[in-house]
């Protein structure tokens, strides 16, 4: 009796699951429609690590990265990275005790020479408490942060080429 208890409990937690749309990330459909696999990344900034966090995130969507646009199926072009810090709350010492980060670049998509994706910029937001007794730390802090921000642009750059392909 405990063996279908727990079985139908672990049907009803799986039901429960993939009706509210959770999806393990990689596990959701393609980026791009498939049978196109080939994508020329164009960046403003080559070996970024902005670019190389998207390339990242392409490949392990099975999509190929081609050095020459006339071999692409698709032309993805990455505007410069900027990248904003703002003192979001400042301590009784009158220095910054915690940061708004903001990562934006321009994208956009085009097959043939026609878009299908219009220049359109993704914005990621973080924010990071600022320890001034220790600053290394908070140093190193920041920069996973910033990575961390990166891989966001990438996921939310994938999301929006998962809504295209699934529009055509």
Excluded at 58 to 80: F, M
Excluded at 117 to 130: K, M
């Amino acid at each position: 009796m405990p063996n279908i208890i727990r079985i139908a409990s672990l049907f009803c937690l799986s039901l429960l699951l993939s009706s509210c749309g959770f999806a393990l990330r990689g596990s959701e459909r393609p980026a791009l429609p498939p049978g196109s696999d080939t994508v020329f990344l164009r960046s403003a900034q080559e070996n970024s690590p902005l670019s190389q966090s998207v390339q990242t995130a392409l490949q392990a969507q099975q999509l190929r990265l081609v050095a020459d646009a006339s071999e692409a199926a698709y032309v993805l072009q990455i505007g410069p990275e900027e990248f904003d810090s703002q003192a979001a709350t400042v301590n009784g010492r009158a220095t910054a005790a915690q940061y708004r980060y903001l990562l934006s670049a321009e994208v956009s998509l085009s097959q043939n020479g026609v878009t299908l994706l219009e220049p359109e910029r993704i914005i990621v937001e973080n924010q990071l408490f600022f320890d001034s007794y220790n600053t290394a730390g908070s140093l190193q802090e920041e920069d996973l942060v910033r990575q961390e921000m990166r891989q966001q642009f990438a996921q939310q750059l994938l999301s929006r080429l998962r809504a295209l392909a699934a529009a055509q």
